[in-house]
């Protein structure tokens, strides 16, 4: 049979370069988002930067044990001790590094936001060089590594406030103030490391690759790792979801335009097993062939994909491109598995093709909407419908979550695509109507054309579902969260003010202490910490808390709580959220951040819309940072005098007021965009492929029909009739694939809305319609071009 | 005693399909080895029916069709089409070669379906019996309508069927190639007995025939034995008026 379909195939190269096609690029496709994958995975970390040249770095083993009844659990210490001065006396050979943050204030030259301060003598660790000017000396002569110039005064801020410094040297290398020995040793007591030169005995060492342990850019990588990999992973994802839909779809097209072919064969004595035997022969040929090509083309892309997300800064540029093979064998494995099993249904159905539909001239289409499809469209789409009224009512907080949106919005777009016939009709009739208005024979001919070949229509209309429904409901979900989060964020707060430091250093003693001074002014501080738990008795978690005073707290925030009151907050208590799984009233076992255990009575249990995870006293904030000061105005406060008492305050300390208002927009612009670049990639590669299958089964379905069009001729239709009844067509079935992406997305949208509505209350369905109409605007394009170039062609 | 001589035997054959319309009315009709019938009637008279019942690509809704000698309304979906591989040709109106094939290989695909070795004589045997040996490496676009139309007929008989189904196998030809078409039929029942069933509405067609079978309303109403093409007409001219 395979040699009869060998044969064939010049007839239809169309339809065979055209599974071919989406199938390879399908592979290829998977391929290289796997690979990319593998990359953020498995790229080595970066070398060692902050002790390059020393061999040898002793740090403090600094990490809370707690044993469990499954054995020792361990995380790492928020808050350091240091090495202490006893194993430092042991090797006096060894540098003596303190890492702290040091920032030299704006204005007087510009250092980087995470500048550290540290000893001159820990300058020979990496090594960073004196390019200009000398060591410093006095306690208060600095060396910058770059944005001063020597002979300089500076003022130099650091946690406990700024003081005047003369900068005495410049060194290469990344952000640093270097201080003497002695003066970093008085501005930050704690030992961090010591490096040698030589191997020590007798206390565990860090070597080699471990010293990158010690980089300051180390939770950044991780962390530009992480964000990498999740984009990627959810760009794999929907490149899966994709290649399965477009490629079965494909499929079971190329199989339906040779209903007559099968009937013939039926005719001439092909039995239902051999024309099956003939579809699942040539489709695991065309699997083979084309997911290989694609699987061992894919990973070349890969390079070029890493790129363009390092240049959107959406992936940091120090990856290193896997090598790993595991992504081509599962493209490759995926495809065939896709392939056949699109093709399982469309053999099916040819097998049963009637013999006597070869003696009918015109190809009349049988029921395309079979029980089978009917019921698992129907399934799918039900399924999502009731994950959807679950997550809103049980986890309204996870139903915001891209991991559970997402699988939800492929369920949707499947089940409509497979439902889509039943509503081609209708929606063909009812798009008609303004056709009819319009002369000539394209408005009898259009809908017609549209409503009698369903299952064309359906096909060609998948792309167009995919790409306009995810592109809706992806940057609709991501507007809209946006929206509730700045909502949520914004709610509680009832400060007028709010300062915020500009590095890493946080708001220093010295600058809170002059805010206090403020007149007329509430003042209330959050400093981040951490607390840990042991939940469910085995696993040690490491919980973010904000360390803040309670007298001052009510009158900035309004922090919502489901049971019990923050007016209860003291040095024994704390609030919780609702996740910690903690009762009111419990006393619960608690790891502070210096590893101190501790017994606090919770208070109160916070709503999900609460801005933080939990809340306890300053008592527990040890060396935090302040990241926030909310300022409040008292009645018959002058706005005008507080503004400039905050703008005085904050002169040279590195930070900087703004309004509540300015703050809400300015937060929401900067997560918006950083989420936005993250969906635009994840779209981008949706519609790259969505684009390339939907002009691909539009030639497909051209081919077809070139008997109809020269028939159309030979009436007399014009050439330029011929082209806009094609043309006409074409913009008919993108309506027909908008209509229904309209559908997944209001649905989708819908859904999200009734869960934020119950985190962030009332907030706008929003529809981002600019990017929503581009992405129909080209599917229009695309589909007409495709459309009318065959056309143009033979017409 | 009839159904022992015949290759096609229709007994009490009912039709009905969806919506209500009745295409076979209890038709009960046989086909004798080695004769040429041509069945004709009215549009809607039931004709392409009883051919494709007989031919067993469609079902009857009740009765029984025997097709040398076995019963088709018994046969399994797999075993029905191995019999209509082995026993019956089919000619249509509109040719249906595979147009990438060229002549021989549309002609040896019953045999390859078949799944026999293909002997390259007997295809060229039967090329040669509707006069196209030389033919044989053409594509069916690169032959004439009353060719393609041969290369059909070599088809259905490359597998030596009991019985030859032809449903308008002259429509799409001009009157000069349809005598050809027309007159190869009829060697082929007169030199190798072969059993032919034809439906037509060419009177002229139905001539060369040697029986005319006349169908009303999903009825046989009438035969003409020995036709000539003026008596079909006029026979034609009163069912239509009749109905």
């Known amino acids: 049979m395979l040699n009869i379909a060998w044969h064939t195939l010049r007839t239809r190269l169309v339809s065979f370069v055209g599974t071919f096609l989406a199938l390879a690029l399908g592979a290829a496709l998977i391929a290289a988002m796997g690979q990319v994958l593998a990359t953020t995975v498995d790229s080595p970390d970066r070398a060692p930067q902050r002790y390059a040249a020393t061999p040898y770095v002793v740090v403090p083993d600094e990490r809370l044990r707690v044993e469990t009844w499954q054995g020792e659990q361990s995380r790492p210490l928020a808050e350091r001790h240091g090495l202490t001065a006893e194993l430092a006396a042991r090797f006096p050979g060894a540098v003596l590094d303190r890492i702290f943050p040091a920032q030299v204030a704006s204005g007087q030259g510009k250092l980087g936001g995470d500048a550290v301060g540290r000893p001159w003598s820990a300058s020979r660790t990496a090594p960073q060089r004196l390019v200009e000017g000398r060591a410093p000396r006095t306690a208060r002569e600095i060396v910058v590594s770059t944005g001063a110039r020597v002979g300089d005064k500076v003022s130099v801020i650091t946690r406990s406030g700024t003081k005047p410094y003369t900068v005495v040297g410049v060194t290469d290398g990344p952000p640093t103030v270097f201080f003497t020995d002695d003066q970093a040793a008085r501005l930050s007591p704690r030992i961090d490391a010591l490096a040698l030169w030589t191997r020590p005995s007798g206390v565990p060492v860090l070597t080699g690759q471990e010293r990158a342990l010690m980089d300051p850019n180390r939770e950044g990588d991780e962390r530009a790792r992480d964000n990498a990999n999740t984009i990627v992973g959810i760009a794999a994802g929907f490149a899966v979801f994709i290649a399965v839909f477009v490629v079965s779809s494909t499929f079971a097209f190329a199989v339906a335009q040779r209903r007559r072919e099968f009937a013939l064969l039926r005719t001439v004595g092909a039995t239902r097993r051999q024309v099956r035997r003939m579809v699942y022969g040539e489709a695991g040929f065309v699997a083979v062939a084309a997911s290989a090509l694609g699987a061992l083309a894919g990973p070349y892309a890969a390079g070029p994909i890493l790129d363009w997300l390092v240049g959107l800064g959406m992936a940091p540029a120090w990856l290193v491109p896997s090598r790993q093979t595991w992504p081509a064998v599962t493209a490759f494995v995926v495809s065939v598995v896709v392939a056949l099993a699109g093709v399982s249904v469309a053999a099916r159905r040819a097998g049963r093709v009637h013999p006597a539909e070869a003696m009918r001239e015109a190809a009349i289409e049988p029921r395309v909407m079979t029980w089978g499809r009917l019921l698992v469209g129907a399934g799918l789409f039900t399924a999502a419908l009731i994950s959807m009224v679950v997550n809103a009512v049980s986890d309204p907080q996870g139903a915001t979550n891209n991991k559970s949106f997402m699988p939800i919005l492929m369920l949707l777009v499947a089940g409509v695509g497979l439902l889509a016939p039943v509503v081609v009709r209708p929606v063909a009739r009812l798009l008609a109507v303004p056709l009819s208005r319009l002369r000539g024979v394209g408005a009898t001919l259009v809908p017609a054309a549209a409503a009698t070949s369903v299952r064309r229509t359906a096909a060609t209309a998948a792309p167009v579902l995919v790409a306009v429904g995810l592109a809706a409901a992806l940057l609709g979900a991501a507007a809209m969260t946006e929206a509730a989060k700045t909502a949520t964020q914004a709610a509680p707060v009832r400060a007028d003010y709010l300062v915020l430091p500009e590095g890493s250093v946080g708001l220093d003693r010295q600058l809170v202490e002059r805010l206090r001074a403020i007149r007329d002014v509430e003042i209330a501080t959050t400093a981040p910490t951490s607390m840990y738990t042991l939940e469910g008795k085995t696993a040690l978690i490491q919980r973010p808390t904000e360390a803040v005073d309670p007298a001052r707290l009510g009158s900035v925030l309004d922090i919502p709580v489901t049971k019990g009151s923050l007016a209860q907050l003291n040095d024994r208590t704390i609030a919780v959220s609702e996740t910690w799984e903690l009762e009111l009233g419990e006393s619960a076992k608690l790891w502070r951040a210096d590893g101190s255990e501790i017994s606090l009575k919770v208070v109160a249990l916070l709503a999900p819309n609460a801005p933080s995870d939990s809340y306890v006293t300053t008592a527990h904030a040890f060396s935090a940072p302040v990241t926030t000061a909310y300022v409040k105005l008292r009645p018959g406060a002058s706005a005008r005098e507080v503004e400039s008492a905050l703008r005085r305050s904050t002169q040279g300390h590195n930070a900087r007021a703004l309004t509540k208002d300015a703050w809400v927009s300015e937060t929401g612009d900067r997560r918006g965009s950083a989420s936005r670049l993250g969906l635009l990639v994840v779209l981008g590669i949706i519609l790259a492929y969505t684009a390339i299958s939907l002009v691909n089964i539009l030639l497909m379905a051209a081919s077809d029909r070139t008997a109809e069009r020269a028939s159309l001729r030979l009436l007399g239709a014009t050439r330029a009739q011929v082209v806009r009844y094609v043309a006409g067509e074409a913009l008919l079935v993108v309506a027909i694939g908008v209509v229904l992406a309209a559908a997944v997305a209001a649905i989708s949208l819908g859904g999200l809305w009734s869960s934020l509505v119950q985190i962030a209350g009332p907030i706008a369905i929003s529809v981002p319609w600019p990017a929503v109409g581009a992405v129909i605007a080209g599917c229009v394009a695309l589909a007409v071009a495709a459309a009318v170039a065959p056309a143009l062609r033979r017409a | ?243």
């Open chain 2, 1 to 243: 005693m009839e159904a022992l001589d015949s290759a096609v035997e229709l007994t009490a054959v009912t039709k009905h399909y969806a919506h209500g319309v009745t295409a076979l009315d209890n038709v009960s009709v046989g086909f004798g080895r080695g004769t040429f019938t041509a069945v004709m009637g009215p549009s809607g008279s039931g004709k392409s029916t009883l051919l494709q019942c007989a031919a067993g690509l469609d079902k009857p809704t009740s009765g029984r069709i025997m097709v040398d000698g076995r019963d088709l309304t018994q046969l399994t979906e797999r075993k029905l089409t191995l019999l209509r591989r082995d026993r019956v040709g089919f000619v249509f109106q509109s040719f249906n070669l595979l147009p990438s094939l060229t002549a021989e290989q549309n002609v040896a695909l019953p045999l390859k379906l078949a799944g026999r070795r293909v002997d390259r004589e007997l295809v060229r045997q039967s090329l040669d019996a509707v006069g196209l040996a030389e033919r044989a490496g053409h594509r069916p676009a690169e032959l004439s309508g009353g060719q393609q139309q041969r290369v059909a007929i070599a088809r259905a008989l490359v597998a030596r069927p009991a019985v030859l189904f032809g449903d308008e196998p002259t429509g799409a030809l001009d009157t000069n190639t349809s005598r050809d078409v027309l007159r190869l039929l009829r060697s082929l029942v007169d030199r190798h007995a072969q059993t032919i069933v034809m439906v037509t509405h060419d009177p002229a067609a139905a001539a060369y025939a040697d029986r005319v079978l006349f169908l009303a309303d999903g009825r046989i109403c009438g035969q003409l034995l020995d036709p000539t093409a003026e008596a079909v007409s006029g026979r034609m001219l009163m069912l239509e008026e009749s109905c």
